[in-house]
């Protein structure tokens, strides 16, 4: 199993990007997904969830800005991020909860940055 991130770059405070995980491999299923962030010398922390069935749940500090939303039928995850700020800036990475034969493993990716100027 594989999660691949794209979509990060650079983008003006008040701007908006759009990141997407591709989960890719054989034989799974998918359950939870989520993005988290890390800036340089800090913690990674959660950024926004979702389950299977569409719920969510989101860091304080994005809620109203940003939108997780997933795409079952092509193992695909989003986050839309709009009125960006520069404390936004971090490696953004997806995670997974993954099922393979009945045992559930979690899956990250690579990362991808997102670089806000102010």
């Known amino acids: 199993v594989q999660l691949v991130e794209s979509g990060g770059g650079l983008v003006q405070a008040g701007g908006s990007l759009r990141v997407t995980c591709v989960v890719s491999g054989s034989r799974f299923s998918i359950g939870a997904m989520g993005w988290y962030r890390q800036a340089p010398g800090k913690p990674r922390e959660l950024v926004a969830v979702?389950?299977?069935?569409?719920?969510?749940n989101y860091a304080d500090s994005v809620k109203g800005r940003f939108t997780i939303s997933r795409d079952n039928a092509n193992n695909t995850l989003y986050l839309q991020m709009n009125s960006l700020k520069p404390e936004d800036t971090a490696v953004y990475y997806c995670?997974?909860?993954?099922?393979?034969?009945?045992?559930?493993?979690?899956?990250w990716g690579q990362g991808t940055q997102v670089t806000v100027s102010s």
């Open positions: 995670n997974a909860d993954v099922w393979i034969v009945g045992l559930k493993r979690g899956y």
């Open positions: 979702i389950n299977s069935g569409g719920s969510t």
